[in-house]
């Protein structure tokens, strides 16, 4: 037995580890050589009702303790995470299949910040109402309520990250959640439960199940459910925000992307390379903001092209753990054989000109053979219809597009349906910002490439999302409004006055 094999994972709520009644478990899998890493219990319907009720009874108490109380436990919470940082990050690797490099420098540490933000951000009065003097005699004033029980579902590109990133804002604005990682990437869920409680959160408060979707979406559904935060494709998104509007519950969104990136002819090439570089391979090209459609302007073709090749002799495939890894496999077999049916059909069906990587694993250590891995792939010469243009892959798959106009370059980077990130690259911050402008995406980006801090809120356009994470304006999704108007002048008007 590995020693990377892990403890079974139960549920989590009344503030402890609870057994599943369903007599059913999964494995999660360490998706770089395929070996099993723990048994994983699936909830039956029985045990998120029962998760459910344990939030709903912490709900009273929690949303009624001061925020400065709530922010001491959730400061307490961000501490705890940054000193078992690489602990976590190791066993984030082995689930989701990132490179520690990664996961150690980024994963945990960008949840952390976001729960910080928050602690900060109720702790120092976010929030306070509003007041506002209607006449001499009368005031009208405004609270801010939290919602209730709230149900987070993560998607498993960013399994600790997106816990972190939905439960932050939902418990410092006082609800209760029940969270359901992704089936792939399970392992994080009660860790950050155990590190909640040792907080000092009450029981009740952060609860987990696990499952496939049905699970999710016999959760989501629940009556009880106030609000649906979910990450995920934009064809489940659908499906999940169809069920809670039908229901009247609140939803956050956070959907795929197939998100464009424009180089003008002005920009630095190295800045360029390194930036489409970073918005394709970096995670593996599974970051759902990737900018997948690289505009380049059609005189840079021979530069660029050369430039890029050179640079992604730098993408290192390899053991998780080594320092020099920076490119770990794909988190899934299913996840696998989609990319790679993505290539085949760029190279068969589309026949797009393939610049580098293409079919096959990279070449890799025996110990990895049977883990999912696939060869960061470049298609140049692409063309809009082009189904590897059209749809979000989600790996490590590049489509360079070249263009004559800048105008004709913004025209095509927004024809599609989705509008999660975009970005360019020039030397012109007036061209910059007229582009940004245009370009029709909730997340933008000016000479760099995916950096997403907990003070940028961050959602996506038409069918990419609903509503925003992050920010001052994350956390009010998060909460419902409640408008007082006192009247103190001691009479009541009525139009029913005897005649
Ligand atoms: P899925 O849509 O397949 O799954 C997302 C989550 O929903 C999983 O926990 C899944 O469970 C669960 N689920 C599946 N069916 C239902 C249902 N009917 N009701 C409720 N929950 C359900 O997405 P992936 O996990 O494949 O994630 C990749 C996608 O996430 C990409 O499209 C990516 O762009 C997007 N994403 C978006 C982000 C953003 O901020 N906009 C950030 C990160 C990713 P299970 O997996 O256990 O079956």
Redesign the pocket.
């Known amino acids: 037995m590995s020693s990377d094999v892990q403890s079974p994972r139960q549920l989590f709520y009344d503030g402890e580890i609870k057994s599943a009644t369903s007599g059913k478990s999964f494995q999660t899998l360490n998706p770089s050589n395929a070996n099993t890493l723990a048994d994983i219990h699936i909830a039956s319907n029985a045990d998120v009702d029962a998760a459910i009720a344990s939030a709903d009874r912490a709900f009273p108490s929690w949303s009624q303790t001061p925020p400065a109380a709530r922010a001491r436990i959730l400061q307490k919470a961000v501490a705890l995470l940054r000193e078992r940082n690489d602990e976590i990050a190791r066993v984030e690797s082995l689930d989701s299949g990132k490179a520690y490099t990664e996961t150690s420098t980024v994963d945990v540490l960008s949840g952390a910040d976001v729960l910080e933000y928050y602690a900060n951000f109720i702790g120092g009065g976010g929030l306070n109402g509003e007041t506002t003097q209607l006449r001499e005699d009368a005031w009208v004033y405004s609270n801010k309520a939290a919602l209730g029980v709230c149900a987070g579902?993560?998607?498993?590109?960013?399994p600790i990250q997106?816990a972190l990133w939905k439960s932050a804002p939902c418990l410092a604005a006082g609800n209760t959640m029940i969270y359901?990682?992704?089936?792939?990437t399970p392992l994080h869920a009660q860790t950050l439960a155990e590190i909640y409680r040792e907080a000092g959160l009450p029981a009740g408060v952060f609860n987990v199940v696990y499952?496939?979707?049905d699970v999710?979406?016999y959760l989501?559904s629940h009556p009880t459910i106030a609000k649906v935060s979910?990450?995920?494709?934009?064809s489940?998104g659908l499906?999940?925000a169809g069920s809670a509007a039908g229901r009247m519950k609140y939803v956050t969104m956070?959907?795929?992307?197939k998100s464009p990136l424009i180089i003008l002819p002005d920009a630095e090439l190295d800045n360029a390379v390194n930036g489409a570089m970073m918005a394709n391979f970096y995670s593996t090209g599974q970051v759902?903001t990737n900018g997948t459609r690289v505009f380049v302007p059609r005189g840079w073709k021979e530069a660029f092209e050369k430039r890029l090749l050179e640079q992604v002799e730098h993408v290192r495939p390899g053991p998780l753990f080594d320092e020099a890894t920076n490119f770990g496999p794909l988190s899934s077999a299913i996840h696998q054989e989609k990319v790679t049916e993505y290539i085949r059909h760029g190279i068969e069906t589309d026949k797009a000109k393939l610049l580098y990587g293409g079919l096959g694993k990279p070449s890799l250590p025996k110990d990895l053979e049977n883990g999912y891995w696939v060869r960061p792939t470049v298609f140049t010469d692409c063309r809009d219809n082009m189904k590897i243009v059209k749809d979000?892959i989600?790996g490590p798959v590049m489509s360079i597009l070249y263009y004559d106009t800048v105008e004709e370059a913004v025209r095509r980077a927004n024809n599609t349906e989705l509008g999660?990130a975009a970005g360019v690259f020039t030397k012109d911050i007036n061209q910059a910002h007229r582009i940004i402008g245009q370009l029709q995406a909730g997340i933008t980006w000016i000479n760099t490439w995916g950096e997403s801090p907990a003070e940028m809120a961050v959602g996506?356009w038409k069918k990419?999302?609903l509503g925003v994470e992050n920010g001052r304006k994350g956390i009010e999704a998060w909460l419902q409004n409640k408008s007082t108007l006192v009247d103190m002048s001691g009479t009541v008007p009525t139009v029913f006055a005897k005649l």
């Open positions: 579902i993560g998607a498993w590109n960013y997106i359901k990682p992704s089936e792939y499952g496939a979707g999710g979406s989501t979910f990450t995920g494709q934009v489940t499906k999940v956070e959907l795929g992307g759902c979000e989600f999660l996506g990419s999302g």
